[in-house]
C-alpha cells in the first residue's frame, strides 16, 4: 500500500484537506485502535469486513471508513441514506459486481445515516453482505439495536466511537494552524493565545469537524483585519463563534440518556448534577412537562414516604410551569429538581407495591374474606357476608385486630419503612398499631 500524504488538495476546505489519510494520522478511538484492539488490528491486516459504525458528529467515522478503503486495497464508494435511496444501492452493486469480477477489486459501500433507512431498505443490503460483493460500512448517530434490524446487525460488527478528548481537539486545532499558516507571508501566520484556544476546544464540544470549521471562520475573519491580528485572541474568536447547540436529540438516545443522567442524579443526591442535567435537556429544547412529570415520577419512586412533600413539591411545579410558562416557569422546575435531590431517599413504598402487585399476579383469584365483604342484601347477610368484622371506630384508639388478606397470603410483609427522614415516623406508627394488635381486648358490649 502505498501511504498518502496527510492533506489533500488546498483548494479543498480546511476540514477536507485535514482528513487523515492513515491509522498513525488518526486521533482519537484508541480503545478501538490502540494495539492490540480489535479493529486497530483488523484494519492493520486488511480483514475488515461489514461493519457499523456509531458515535456522535465529528467522532472520525466517515475518516475510519475512508482508512480502511486504503489498507484494504478496496474502492470506497460513499452512499447517505438522507439524500439517495436503494435504486442507487442497485446500482452500486451492479458497479461492485463488475468491479469484482473484471478487476478483482473488492467494494466498500459506506452508508452515512444508515439509520435513516426504514427496515425493508435495511434489509435491501442483505444479499449483497452475505455474498460479499459489497462491505458495508455503516455510520450511524442513533443506538443501533434501537435503529438497524436485527438481521444487518447479525452480519455486521458494531463499534463504538467516543467524542474526541479535548487534548485531541488541541492537536487537532495545531496541525488545522500549521496548515492554514503554509505559504502566508510571515505577518499572516496564525497563532492563538492560550484563552482563544480554550475557546475554540469548548466550542468544539468533541466535535473535529466543528473545530476546523470554526478555526476556518477565524481565519478567514481575521485576513480581513488591518493589520493581521498577532495572536489571535479571545476577543477575535469569540465574535465569529456561533452559539453552540447543546448535543440533544428529543426523539433519539440522547433524550434518554439525560433523563436517565437526571433521574439518577436526584436519586444519588446530588443537586448540582441535576441541576447541570435539567439545564442540558430545557437547553436542547426538551418539553418543560416532560421534565415536570418525570420529577413527579422521581418524587414517588425514589423519596416516597421519606418526604411526602416531595409530591407536592414536584406537582406545584409542574402547575408553576403551566401558570408562568417559559422561562420564569423553569425555575420551578429546577427548585423541584434541588427539593427532590437532597430530600431523604426511600423506595420502599415503591418496592413493597411492586410486591404486592407480584403477588396479585401469583393469587389472581384469592376470594375476599367473608368478614370484610360488604352485605347489602338479605341473602348475601345468610351467605355469611360481614359475618364477624369488627367495626374500629368501636375499639379504644379506633383499632380492632383482624386479617384483611386472603388465607393464602397471611402473615406477608412487603411494606418496611426506612429508618430515615418521614418514614421513621411511619414506622414509629406500623410499629404503635401492632403493639395494639397484641395487647387489644374484646369488642366494647352492645348498647
Known amino acids: 500500500m502505498t501511504e498518502p500524504t496527510l492533506f489533500q488538495g488546498s483548494t479543498e476546505p480546511l476540514a477536507a484537506r485535514m482528513r487523515p489519510k492513515t491509522l498513525d494520522q488518526f486521533l482519537g478511538q484508541e480503545h478501538l485502535l490502540g494495539p492490540g484492539k480489535a479493529l486497530g488490528d483488523l484494519i492493520r491486516r486488511g480483514d475488515v469486513g461489514s461493519c457499523i459504525f456509531w458515535g456522535p458528529p465529528g467522532s472520525g467515522k466517515t475518516t475510519l471508513a475512508k482508512i480502511i478503503a486504503n489498507y484494504t486495497d478496496r474502492h470506497f464508494e460513499p452512499f447517505s441514506a438522507v439524500t439517495e435511496g436503494v435504486a442507487r444501492v442497485r446500482e452500486i452493486i451492479k458497479e461492485a459486481e463488475e468491479r469484482l469480477k473484471y478487476n478483482g477489486q473488492g467494494t466498500i459501500l459506506f452508508c452515512d445515516e444508515i439509520h435513516r433507512f426504514n427496515k425493508g431498505q435495511q434489509d435491501a443490503f442483505l444479499p449483497w453482505v452475505e455474498n460479499g460483493i459489497i462491505t458495508l460500512i455503516g ?80 481565519f478567514k475573519h481575521a485576513e480581513h483585519q488591518s493589520p493581521f491580528p498577532s495572536p489571535l485572541g479571545a476577543e477575535l474568536v469569540r465574535s465569529v463563534l456561533e452559539k453552540p447547540l447543546p448535543i440533544y436529540d428529543k426523539s433519539g438516545e440522547q433524550h434518554f440518556n439525560l433523563i436517565s ?81 437532597t430530600a431523604p431517599k ?10 404486592a402487585q407480584a403477588a396479585a399476579q401469583e393469587h389472581p383469584a384469592e376470594p375476599v374474606p367473608l368478614h370484610i365483604r360488604n352485605a347489602p342484601t338479605g341473602l348475601m347477610k345468610d351467605l355469611g357476608y360481614g359475618k364477624g368484622y369488627k367495626y374500629s371506630h368501636d375499639y379504644d384508639q379506633a383499632y380492632a385486630p383482624q386479617e384483611y388478606l386472603p388465607e393464602a397470603l397471611r402473615g406477608v410483609k412487603w411494606y418496611e419503612p426506612a429508618d430515615a427522614g418521614y418514614e421513621k415516623t411511619v414506622r414509629e406508627r406500623i410499629e404503635w398499631w401492632e403493639k395494639l394488635k397484641r395487647g387489644a381486648g374484646p369488642a366494647p358490649a352492645d348498647g
Open 346 to 355: 426511600s423506595n420502599r413504598a415503591y418496592a413493597a407495591f411492586g410486591d
Open 261 to 341: 443522567a437526571l433521574h439518577k442524579a436526584v436519586r444519588g443526591s446530588d443537586a448540582d448534577g441535576a441541576l447541570y442535567w435539567l439545564a442540558r435537556m430545557l437547553a436542547g429544547g426538551e418539553d418543560p412537562l416532560y421534565i415536570a412529570r418525570r420529577l413527579v415520577r422521581m418524587a414517588i419512586e425514589d423519596i416516597g414516604l421519606a418526604d411526602p412533600r416531595a409530591l407536592s413539591v414536584t406537582l406545584a411545579a409542574k402547575d408553576a410551569y403551566h401558570f408562568l410558562g417559559s422561562p420564569e416557569g423553569e425555575l420551578a422546575l429546577a427548585e423541584a429538581a434541588i427539593y427532590l435531590a
Open 139 to 218: 455510520a450511524t448517530t442513533e443506538n443501533p439495536s434501537f435503529e438497524l434490524t436485527g438481521a444487518l446487525l447479525s452480519r455486521c460488527r458494531v463499534f463504538v466511537l467516543e467524542p474526541l478528548t479535548d487534548q485531541h481537539i488541541r492537536k487537532i486545532i495545531e496541525r488545522g494552524t500549521g496548515e492554514w499558516g503554509k505559504g502566508k507571508s510571515a505577518g499572516m501566520v496564525p497563532g492563538f493565545d492560550a484563552e482563544a484556544i480554550d475557546l475554540l476546544v469548548r466550542h468544539a464540544q468533541g466535535d473535529a469537524r466543528r473545530a476546523l470549521n470554526t478555526l476556518e471562520a477565524v
